[in-house]
């Protein structure tokens, strides 16, 4: 089945990709995932992930858009990302538009999800039968009476002694989910032009029952497009602007904050606790003293949550060829704007929930109310955060006499992002970081690499003067299937590469807080030693004056190779990661 989460698609395929899916409701099924595992404490510890240069998230990207990616792991390799890159990097290249004739790709599937090992539970006579069993191992006195059991086992009362499949009334054997995608592109020496739309619906395994006129079932929906163009200003000089985004809704059962409650129920609740509802139309509560829901209501009569997240970004890209003076000289310059939006809505009810503890005389139920109805309550929520992005980076690339391959790189970047969510002073500050890095290589026939990176990173999170970091790192490789007689020797090896890299690269988000090496102190009245309204001054926070930098200290030697004809490759790598 094609996956709707690019992140879901990373574990048990990349080489040092440890993910971890923790639920498979619509929405939360998606994988979080670490490069090389967890190596901090600190408040950061995920990869950077970067689609077309610009942080993203992986999970909004449409996996049809894809047109590239790799993992950068050393600290050569993510040395020119900065602080950005302590953890890894995740580089997602997309899809432009290529010169030539219009093309339509048009993707469409239906899967059907279903759970295939789902526990098996006892009718409730079985259930009764074993109840009594266990107390009575126990030294414990039975929980039913034989004539409760004669009861439970002829069902002649289903309101006291009801016989409920809570995983067939709540849980639907087979769910439908769909995927629409759909892309046009193509241009000409001038001009080129990729635009690409997708939707994704998925629906959960909850049952609900038809008694609203709303929908108040788990369900989640995401629509995402992109549109890419490219221009070439001059011979030398091409412009790009792109634009993507992305609507997520998502919808629930009002009761809570999440769906725990109601997946927790169904799987612990005992068919003989509760029915679905009373034979006199009343809906039932359980519990000591009757006020814990069943799923059933949980799903059906709570009301429901509707959220809503957009997202969009917009890149603007110049790249300028500098050949016609100096031969391998580029320059690419870069600004992008991010805008997120959050919006939630809960509109929550109870009905009323009775408690049945016998029958009268006449044989009708007797019953109290233990929950008392409230009427639909509405409330929202709204955040929304904007992020500013600037790049500039110089290249070389040059090969003398067709033996000596020459690069060079220079990047400088700055980012700024702020939130409509700050609540004081210090988080309505703008986070900040700019970073100066640079990269240089060598190589001979292609066959001995030698590479070096240095980074120069700052960052809010420290005091002046401790702001900045020096990050260096060093790698050297080796390719012996450069060698002619190495392709004769053994023909069936494709490529062989030896290498090895130490470096050292930066962590700031050591801890959530803002400015941590700031003491905050605040000002007010009260009373100390029987003097009333008198002024005190207080410590709230005492910064940390002597924060630096986590470094990650990071070695790294590894082989790659491809055999017989590329069929075959593998990557070995031996790394070590200390934090200090």
Known sequence: APSTSVANMLGGVVPGIIAVDRSGEPGQDVSEFWIRGISTFGANQSALVLIDGIEGNLNDLDPSDIESFSILKDASATAVYGVRGANGVVLVTTRSGQEGRTKVTWKSSMTLSYSPRMPEYLEAYDYASLANEARVVSNMDPLYSPTELEIIKAGLDNDLYPNVNWQKEILKDVTINHQHYLNVSGGGKVARYFVSVGGTFKDAIFKQDKVNKYNTNVKWAKYNFRA?????????????????????????????TNNDALWAAQAYLTPLTVPLRYSNGMLPAYGKNGEQISPYILLNHTGFKKGNRTTMNINFTLRQDFG????????????????????????????????????????????????????????????????????????????????????????????????????????????????????????????????????????????????????????????????????????????LKIRASHGSVGNDRITDVRFPYLTKVNEGTGSAWGVPDIEIIGETRIGADNLAWEKAIKSNVGIEGKLFNNKIDFVVDIFHDQRN
């Open 228 to 256: 890419k163009v490219d221009m070439n200003l001059t011979s030398s000089t091409i412009m790009g602007l792109a634009m993507d985004g992305a609507i997520v809704e998502d919808r629930a059962p009002g009761f809570g």
């Open 324 to 495: 016609k003076w100096i031969k391998g000289l580029t320059a690419r310059g870069m600004f992008s704007y991010n805008n997120n939006n959050i919006h939630n809505v809960v509109r929550s009810k109870m009905p009323d929930l009775y408690k049945a503890f016998g029958r009268y005389n006449d044989g009708s139920l007797m019953t109290q109310r233990t929950v008392s109805a409230s009427n639909i309550q509405f409330a929202k929520s709204a955040a929304s955060d904007r992020r500013y992005y600037f790049e500039s980076q110089l290249a070389y690339e040059r090969l003398f006499n067709q033996e000596h391959r020459v690069t060079g790189l220079i990047h400088y970047y700055m980012q700024s992002t702020e939130t409509t969510e700050a609540n004081d002073e210090i988080s309505s500050i703008p986070k900040r970081y700019q970073a100066l890095s640079a990269r240089a290589t060598y190589s001979y026939k292609d066959a001995y690499l030698i590479e070096g990176n240095v980074g120069y990173t700052g960052s809010e999170n420290f005091q002046p003067g401790r702001q900045y970091g020096f990050f260096p790192s060093v790698a050297l490789g080796w390719v012996p299937t450069g060698y002619k007689f190495i392709q004769e020797a053994l023909p069936w090896l494709d490529y």
